[in-house]
């Protein structure tokens, strides 16, 4: 379970401090799947750090299943907006890289994610070699291989295109369905967060605090993009964020 | 009527790399060098007859006559080459062994780069010929005050350089392995080393022409101990003999570079490969 109570971030110091977070209180259960959105800039992604264990609030706390989150977790991945591979490995060991450096050469689970993700045949390429699509999901591979409890996303699909977007959009679905972590997405794009979360956090311009919860317990098929639901809570999220 | 020609298993050896260097574009690369030299002759010989012509004295040996000292002089001029070499190639190795980590630790660690970088900014514009008296008077005048000279230039042209490539280390491949929970170490191994290395490997080939000229003026000054440059002073007298010895100083400079291009290769392997839409 994901418990932030009462949480505010802040950057910089002296005159330079910038509050970038104030007095967020979330909770989610195992499993959950909950959407951040809000305008650029506005202190979301900042949120997630601290969740990651990246950034320490300077006021409330954050547990996870009631540890504090003082420092990175193994069982907390975090995906990066432009996939956070590093150009100098190769698919393999891009994919490898946090079970290497949790010094557990747990090999298999790596190359059945990659299996699972149809991105073994490409396992010796470097990621300048691969199309963005490819590339977020050799991101994901990367956190799917520490089988986490907790999967957190910082805009992942910024800059694709719509189709390649949307295919992405169905895989993180169906992973989350298929795994069962908890799944916190942050995004600046309305049917995003409507298509992954079951819950949606509306927040406000810096410095972030939550403005609404939209819940949005029809999501999780496939076809839901299509569905009336789907329209209604993005039509609910656009007048959230223009209030 | 002729029978197929069969292949010895030698011929397809052969053939096969040949093959291999082709793909590899090593053959564009060697008629690039071979290229390059013909038309430094070129230029070398038509500056050569300029001068002949102007001066009316030949100060400026032409190459041929210069290529032929060499050949002349091969045994001697050898010798000279080796202990320049081995002088060059430590110098280089002591530079970028002390250098590189410690130009990563302050371009990196925040606190250690406000203590130490204002030191580096004091001592690096000081031109490093200054500090020869004193390494003549600590180090003597044998071997180790050459390798010493050519080392202490060539330390804080790297140092420098690893500094300021710590500096520029996207943001994002940090956050990737921190949040993956990497250690320091780890952090150093598997994004400090690897993103800097492609910018030190550039700064080697500058350090090249740079330790050249330093190692030049070490093996010039107080001393005539063997070397290609005490060869090209005692020269000064036979200018062609003397080129015989500025041609050979080429010769290693163009080595190094090879060796540090072939090091790039082997080591930066993913800025060698064609990139998606290219």
């Keep these: 379970m994901i418990r932030i109570d ?22 989610a259960e195992r499993g959950d ?14 949120l997630l750090f601290s969740i990651a264990g990246l950034l320490t609030p300077c006021a409330g706390t954050i547990s996870i299943d009631g540890q504090p989150t003082s420092k990175p977790r193994r069982d907390v991945a975090l995906i990066l907006q432009n996939a956070g591979l590093l150009p100098w490995k190769t698919v393999w ?3 490898n890289l946090s079970l290497r450096l949790g010094r557990e050469p747990r090999e298999k689970t790596a190359a059945d994610v990659l299996q699972e993700l149809g991105l073994y045949d490409v396992r010796d390429r470097f ?41 992405i959009q169905d895989l993180f679905l169906r992973l989350w369905q298929k795994h069962g972590f908890s799944l916190l997405v ?8 409507a298509f992954l979360g079951q819950r949606i956090i509306v927040l406000s311009d810096l410095p972030a605090t939550v403005k609404t919860v939209v819940e949005n317990p029809e999501m999780g098929d496939l076809a839901f993009r299509r569905s009336d639901a789907f329209h209604n809570t993005v039509g609910a999220l656009r007048e959230a964020l223009e209030q | ?37 013909v038309l430094l002759l070129a230029c070398w010989e038509i500056a050569s007859l300029i001068i002949t012509a102007v001066k009316g004295r030949a100060l400026l040996p032409d190459p041929f006559r210069a290529i032929s000292e060499v050949i002349r002089l091969a045994p001697i ?9 081995w002088r060059l190639v430590l110098a280089m190795l002591l530079a970028f062994s002390a250098g590189y980590p410690l130009g990563l630790l302050i371009g990196h660690e925040r606190k250690l780069d406000e203590i130490i970088s204002p030191i580096i900014y004091i001592v690096y514009p000081i031109p490093q010929v200054a500090f020869i008296l004193l390494l003549f008077l600590v180090f003597g005048i044998g071997n180790p005050v050459k390798v010493a000279i050519v080392a202490v230039a060539l330390f804080f042209q790297i140092l420098v350089s690893a500094r300021g490539a710590a500096k520029l280390i996207e943001q994002e491949h940090l956050t990737s392995v921190l949040s993956a929970g990497a250690s320091r170490w780890q952090v150093y191994r598997h994004v400090v080393l690897p993103s800097t290395l492609p910018s030190i490997l550039t700064s080697l080939r500058v350090s090249v022409g740079l330790g050249m000229a330093f190692l030049y003026i070490a093996e ?22 003397a080129f015989a010895g500025i041609l050979m100083m080429a010769v290693l400079g163009l080595i190094l570079y090879i060796v540090i291009d072939i090091l790039e290769r082997v080591l930066c392997r993913w800025k060698y490969v064609r990139r998606r839409g290219s």
């Design chain 1, 186 to 193: 942050v995004t600046h794009d309305i049917e995003e967060a």
């Design chain 1, 6 to 27: 009462d949480v505010s971030i802040a950057y910089g110091r002296g005159l330079r401090r910038v509050l970038a977070v104030n007095g967020v209180s979330l909770e």
């Design chain 1, 93 to 95: 060991q891009n994919a």
């Design chain 2, 220 to 241: 010039t000054t107080a001393t005539m101990a063997p070397g290609l440059g005490s060869f090209v002073k005692s020269s000064q007298f036979n200018q062609a003999q």
């Design chain 2, 77 to 85: 001029l050898f010798q000279h080459f080796w202990v320049s070499a």
């Design chain 2, 1 to 37: 009527m002729t029978s197929p020609k069969m292949e010895t298993p030698n011929q397809a050896k052969k053939a096969d790399w040949f093959e291999r260097l082709r793909r590899q574009g090593a053959l564009y690369q060697i008629a690039r060098y071979v290229a390059s030299i």
């Design chain 1, 127 to 167: 990621p300048s070699e691969l199309s963005e699509g490819m590339k977020r999901r050799v991101g994901v591979a990367r956190a799917l291989s520490t089988s986490p409890s907790v999967m957190l996303m910082d805009e992942p699909l910024a800059s694709l295109d719509t189709l390649t977007r949307e295919r």
């Design chain 1, 33 to 46: 799947s909950l959407a951040l959105i809000g305008p650029s800039g506005c202190g979301k992604s900042t």
